[in-house]
């Protein structure tokens, strides 16, 4: 053997082992959702059969494409959540509003169930509670389909989430910090909300209820 072909042969095999290394998986999965369901980040408005692919990494770091099969069932299916604020303080209230809405195109009275994770107060649809830190919400919801729809009686499912920030008191203490109006004295505090009695020059202060730098 040429050692031109003792040098290509391993270099063959590294590359064939390498690919094969590397190698795309692929997972085929089959899903029933109802209309107006959003999933990965698509919202399904009319019945049929859709096909999506999502890309991730398995355990052991390889790549690997999950094919799903979406099967639109002519039944609706809407979950949505709104809040009236999202970037709050400890303490704070915070009222989250859900609403779902179901149609059948027969005219079938469909119940939906739901619940919130993680779990508040009375699990109402609408409710108003106090915050102390940052919180992400979900609300899921799940409706039985009849028989003649989904045979397998596996139903839809829809779920919606949102992020509730909850920041530090001390800068938001620091904005609302007003000198005692009955005080002669220059009254410094630091942006920790902190009084201090020799001031630095060159440093941010709040006095007077304004940020300044110290002469």
């Not at 902190?194 to 110290?214: A, S």
Request: hydrophobic fraction near 35%; glycine fraction near 6%.
């Amino acid at each position: 053997m040429s050692i031109m072909k003792k040098f290509i042969l391993p270099v063959l095999i590294a590359l064939a082992t390498n690919f094969s290394t590397y190698a795309i998986e692929e997972v085929f999965l089959d899903t029933m959702i109802c209309k107006e369901q959003i999933l990965f980040g698509d919202t399904f408005m009319v019945a049929g059969t859709f096909q999506k692919t999502t890309t991730g990494i398995t355990e052991s770091g390889y790549p690997i494409d999950t094919i799903w099969n979406i099967e639109v069932v002519d039944i609706n299916l809407r979950l949505r959540i709104f809040t009236d604020k999202t970037e709050l303080k400890p303490g704070d209230e915070v009222t989250l509003n859900a609403t779902i809405k179901t149609y059948d195109t027969k005219g079938r009275a469909l119940t939906p169930t739901y619940h919130w994770e993680p779990e508040i107060l009375s699990n109402a649809l609408s409710q108003t509670f106090t915050i102390e830190h940052t919180t992400t919400y979900t609300i899921f919801a799940d409706l039985d389909l009849p028989s003649d729809v989904d045979k397998n009686a596996k139903g839809c499912h829809a779920k919606e989430s949102i992020t509730i920030n909850v920041g530090s008191n001390h800068e938001l203490a620091v904005d609302n910090i007003l000198a005692d109006p009955s005080s002669k004295e220059n009254v410094y505090y630091n942006m920790k909300g902190q009084k201090v009695d020799h001031p630095e020059r060159g440093t941010v202060y709040i006095n007077n209820g304004k940020k300044i730098m110290y002469k």
